[in-house]
Nanobody
Framework: QVQLVESGGGLVQPGGSLRLSCAVS????????MGWYRQAPGKSREWVAA???????KYADSVKGRFTISRDNAKNTVYLQMNRLKPEDTAVYYC????????????????WGQGTQVTVSS
């Protein structure tokens, strides 16, 4: 049974930083791409970032240059370093296992953790 446990969220002021973690169990973590999504109140879930099994990364335009995704295959954990946070980054953040399509788009598997709340406010 695949389990994803996100942590590291919290309340931060605009311009601040947070580092999210996602611990994965029940699957061969190292062979899968990993991704982060977020869902703000009243909005649909949106893709944020992804990293291949080999460490190549992709980002949504809204977070490019501010967020960094990384993974530690020895710890079965994926991270999201978030810098220069903005109020519009407020959302519940989720990690997923997944893969890349033939058109190089990240496709999540249908496993979702409980998410971690990030609130950016002064």
């Amino acid at each position: 049974q695949v389990q994803l446990v996100e942590s590291g969220g919290g309340l931060v002021q605009p311009g601040g930083s947070l580092r999210l973690s996602c611990a994965v169990s029940g699957t061969r973590f190292s062979i899968y791409a990993m991704g982060w999504y977020r869902q703000a109140p009243g909005k649909s879930r949106e893709w944020v970032a992804a990293v291949t099994s080999g460490g190549s990364t992709k980002y949504a335009d809204s977070v490019k240059g501010r967020f960094t995704i990384s993974r530690d295959n020895a710890k079965n954990t994926v991270y999201l370093q978030m810098n220069r946070l903005k109020p519009e980054d407020t959302a519940v953040y989720y990690c997923t296992t997944g893969y890349y399509s033939g058109s190089n788009q990240y496709i999540p598997h249908d496993y979702w953790g409980q998410g971690t709340q990030v609130t950016v406010s002064s």
